[in-house]
């Protein structure tokens, strides 16, 4: 299982550096859309800061400490400063992951949400599900912004049979 969500996870993240790369310009990520709440840039540090403090830091004792507010709150990064937090979230999602011992997974998950407890296998694939919902909402958002109809390839079978 592990495995598997290193798959899926690494698949994601490849999508997202690529959803980065296709704005034109480094103005776009941050436009504001009438009715959407987030701006790409910002579902791009908030998807980073998630992985990283959820994966890394309470699975991989990264010591990655995050700033949720500043997820949102932050603008003006580059596509080339975004890509490259997504390469550091997906190094970190990558190490932990490959490095976690499998029975790792029925253990329950080392930082309570909501004030409740859950195992570390299931709220690893609600992260996978949270990754790829906010993908989607950045995929539209690119969208939206640029007028551009080429998709970056999201949730592509490929990886599943080549991993």
């Not at 592990?2 to 490849?14: E, N, P, S, Y």
Request: aromatic share 8%; proline share 6%.
């Amino acid at each position: 299982m592990l495995k598997d969500l290193h798959t899926l996870f690494a698949r994601d993240l490849d999508t997202l550096r690529a959803e980065v790369a296709l704005y034109p310009n480094d103005v776009l990520p941050w436009q504001a859309v009438a009715g959407c709440p987030n701006s790409g840039g910002n579902l791009v540090l908030h998807l980073v800061g998630n992985l990283r403090h959820f994966i890394g830091a309470q699975l991989g004792a990264t010591g990655y400490i995050r700033d949720r507010t500043a997820e949102f709150a932050s603008t003006g990064f580059t596509r080339a400063e975004l890509q490259a937090a997504v390469s550091v979230a997906s190094t970190d999602v990558a190490r932990t992951l490959l490095s976690l011992e499998p029975a790792r997974l029925a253990e329950p998950y080392p930082f309570p949400t909501l004030g409740k407890s859950t195992v570390t296998g299931l709220f690893l694939l609600h992260l996978s599900a949270h990754l790829a919902f906010h993908l989607g909402q950045l995929d539209y958002h690119r969208r939206v912004v640029t007028g551009d109809r080429v998709g970056a390839g999201a949730l592509s079978l490929a990886p599943l049979f080549n991993p």
